[in-house]
């Protein structure tokens, strides 16, 4: 079974912008996972997507927004960019059921100048 | 109190010798428990998960839970070189009765020394 797919897998924007990263999960997984991973706040929690609902959600402000597809592909946006906002974005599959595994993907590294 | 607490290390263990990765977590309701393997550079691999008191061993690796103190733990039988990375230690945090939140630890970092 193929993996965890992520585009792009590196990106510069400027701060003001927005971005829109992509995961696709492995296959007959139908919940995805997105996480920031910074050094000094290590990987945390954005929000959680199943069946095209947003399932959970984490701390973060409203500038970060995802959605999913009907084939279980998810997107996130980051609008109005800041310099905190440079870091590693994972996206994370999973069957489905609360608890399962989540296998993650190779990550968007994001660089905000 | 931080939801999941690792030891960042690093630890530093001779080639051969087991490496004791621990971990304790703060919610009581948790079910789930994972740990991940994360080399400098890539994102972070799923090596073992644990969902009852007591042990699981997959090859050299031996998963440990224990709900009662609240603690987690991974042994890593003749480790290698290529056992150098940073472990996360990461618990689902259930939501509303159903949905998936992982909370991870700060990791530690494991270095094993030929």
């Known amino acids: 079974k193929a993996g965890v797919t992520q585009t792009p897998r590196y990106l510069i924007k400027t701060r003001g912008q927005q971005v829109t990263l992509s995961c696709s999960p492995i296959?007959?997984?139908?919940?995805v996972s997105w996480y920031q991973q910074t050094p000094g706040q290590g990987l945390q929690f954005l929000f959680e997507?199943?069946?095209?609902?947003?399932?959970n959600k984490g701390n973060f402000p409203g500038r970060f927004s995802g959605r999913q597809f009907s084939n279980s592909r998810s997107e996130m946006n980051v609008s109005t960019l800041e310099l905190g906002d440079s870091a590693l974005y994972l996206c994370?599959?999973?069957?489905?059921?609360?608890?399962?595994?989540?296998?993650f993907g190779p990550g968007t590294r994001l660089t905000v100048t | 109190q931080k939801e999941v607490e690792q030891n960042s290390g690093p630890l530093s263990v001779p080639e051969g010798a087991i490496a004791s990765l621990n971990c304790t977590y703060s919610?009581?309701?948790?079910?789930?428990f994972f740990w991940y393997r994360q080399y400098s550079g890539k994102s972070p691999e799923l090596i073992m998960s644990?969902?009852?008191?007591g042990d699981k061993e997959d090859g050299r690796f031996t998963a440990q839970l224990n709900k009662a103190s609240q603690y987690v733990s991974l042994l890593i039988r003749d480790s290698q070189p290529s056992d150098s990375a940073t472990y996360l230690c990461?618990?689902?945090?259930?939501?509303?009765?159903?949905?998936?939140?992982?909370?991870f630890g700060a990791g530690t970092i494991l270095r094993v020394k030929s």
């Open positions: 919610d009581r309701g948790s079910q789930s």
């Open positions: 994370a599959s999973s069957p489905g059921q609360a608890g399962y595994e989540q296998y």
């Open positions: 296959s007959g997984h139908r919940s």
């Open positions: 990461a618990v689902n945090i259930l939501l509303a009765q159903y949905g998936n939140k992982l909370v």
């Open positions: 997507y199943f069946s095209e609902t947003q399932r």
């Open positions: 644990i969902y009852s008191n």
